[in-house]
């Protein structure tokens, strides 16, 4: 079984600002991929970032970064240069691979308010 | 736009009816997965199809089923409806390559029960 826990439920950050949200977890699996999905107020889920646990280089995108610490299960999210689009929910996921058997576990959530 | 289709966006039901919802997706994409979002339940996966199989089976209820056709589309049908399972449904699908595990996701279905 997998759990995720994202222990801010909220977050606010300034325009141009940097924040970070962070997720721990739990897997038994030796083999898994990170993500971060965020979810605006139209309720698409969009895929930001994945960080496979067998890279110890930590994944970046653009504005986004991630502090993947396999030993502490922790993995948060840095985003840089905070933009209003940026406002959204945002998900910690744990995906555990099996050939096609495949499936994600999402954390509860921290919704993240941008400030101008 | 993440290539992955959802039909209704909305759909308004009464207790006991019987729905369909219907995913498309992403050209090329062997998987598709059905996941529920609700308030108090967050959000849960519910069945994996791969290929027209049925792979991965989460929180689904016995009333709910889903199957994925020879063209890749799949529906997932909810029967005796109840309040509860108000929620969004969401569809996903992913690369047909075996170690890709980003999953896609539709713009959902709103389904509300009344």
């Known amino acids: 079984a997998q759990t995720v826990t994202q222990s801010q439920p909220e977050m606010s950050v300034q325009e141009a600002e940097t924040v970070t949200l962070s997720c721990t977890y739990d897997?038994?699996?030796?083999?898994?991929?990170l993500f971060w999905y965020k979810q605006p107020p139209s309720r698409q889920m969009i895929l930001v970032i994945r960080?496979?646990?067998?890279?110890?280089q930590n994944a970046t995108e653009n504005r986004f970064s991630v502090n993947f610490q396999k030993a502490a299960k922790s993995f948060s999210l840095k985003i840089s240069d905070s933009q209003l689009g940026d406002a959204a929910m945002y998900f910690c996921?744990?995906?555990?691979?099996?050939?096609?058997?495949?499936?994600?576990?999402f954390g509860k959530g921290t919704l993240l308010t941008v400030n101008p | 736009d993440s290539g992955v289709t959802q039909t209704p966006k909305h759909l308004i039901t009464a207790t006991g009816q019987r729905v369909t919802l219907r995913c498309s997706p992403r050209s090329g994409d062997l998987s598709v997965y059905w996941y529920q979002q609700s308030l108090d339940q967050g959000l849960q996966f519910l069945i994996q199809y791969y290929n027209g199989e049925e792979r991965a089976k989460g929180n689904i209820l016995e009333r709910f089923s889903a199957q994925q056709f020879p063209d890749l589309h799949s529906e997932l049908n909810l029967s005796s409806l109840e309040l509860g399972d108000s929620a969004l449904y969401f569809c996903?699908?992913?690369?047909?390559?075996?170690?890709?595990?980003?999953?896609?996701f539709g713009p959902g279905t709103r389904l509300t029960v009344t």
């Open positions: 996903a699908s992913s690369p047909a390559e075996v170690r890709a595990y980003e999953q896609y």
């Open positions: 996921v744990v995906g555990s691979p099996g050939g096609s058997n495949y499936k994600l576990t």
């Open positions: 897997t038994s699996e030796s083999d898994y991929y």
């Open positions: 960080q496979e646990a067998y890279k110890q």
